[in-house]
Each structure stands twice: as C-alpha cells, then as structure tokens.
C-alpha cells in the first residue's frame, strides 16, 4: 500500500493532468459548428468506404491536423454521421478542412 493520496490501482495519476474541455476554456464561451453529408436522405458514402474517401472522416483528419478540438459521430439512420467541431474565441478559417460535401447541420445552442 502507497501513501501518495493520488495513488490508483493501475499506478496511473492524473494529478497533473488536463483532460477535458472545462480546462481549456470557459464553458460559455465555447461555440460549435455540426456538418453532414449533403444529400436528400442525409447518408453518406457507404460504412465500408476507406476513411480517405468519406467526406466526414477526412473533414475529421483535416481537422485533428489543423488542431481543431473535433469529434465525429454516427447518426441513428444507416451510414450516416456527424462531424462537430468546438472552439472558443475567434472562430477559426474551416474552409480549407470541411469536405464540399458536407454542410452545415443547424442546431440549438
């Protein structure tokens, strides 16, 4: 048994960690953008497409490289998903990371 207060049973510690958006930034003033593949029935390319070839998971990769807190998601419907993007501040220049495939979902918020 350790005396460190920080101690877990895997010998991890987070004490020193940042490891959630509250962190970064005030929770108000955090904003967000949802895209979608642009079609009539909002499905996109099929499941088993490589990654490089669907507009939400390359807008995705576009995204994690420029540095933009992101994540992607299944919808309920077959095939298709959602791509959100986060920031605070200064909204940033998505024009060269978003697919031309993909358009923007409107959500309340």
Same mark, same amino acid.
């Given at each position: 048994? +350790? +005396? +460190? @207060?920080? $101690?877990? @049973?895997?010998?991890a510690s987070l004490e020193d960690c940042h490891s959630n958006i509250f962190s970064l @930034? ?5 904003? $967000?953008?949802?895209? %979608?593949? /642009? %079609? %009539? ?6 499941? %088993? @497409? ?6 939400v998971l390359r807008s995705f990769m576009r995204c994690v490289q420029a540095n933009l807190?992101?994540? $992607? /998601? /299944?919808?309920?419907? =077959? ?8 920031? $605070?501040?200064?909204? =940033? ?12 979902? /409107? +959500?309340?918020?």
């Amino acid at each position: 048994m +350790t +005396t +460190t @207060a920080n $101690w877990v @049973a895997n010998g991890a510690s987070l004490e020193d960690c940042h490891s959630n958006i509250f962190s970064l @930034a005030e929770l108000t003033g955090i904003k $967000w953008r949802c895209y %979608s593949f /642009r %079609s %009539s029935g909002e499905y996109g390319p099929v499941i %088993s @497409a490589p990654a490089q070839d669907d507009p939400v998971l390359r807008s995705f990769m576009r995204c994690v490289q420029a540095n933009l807190l992101c994540v $992607w /998601r /299944r919808k309920i419907k =077959p095939d298709a998903k959602e791509l959100w993007i986060f920031w $605070w501040g200064e909204e =940033p220049n998505l024009s060269d990371v978003i697919h031309h495939e993909l358009e923007e979902r /409107r +959500t309340e918020g």
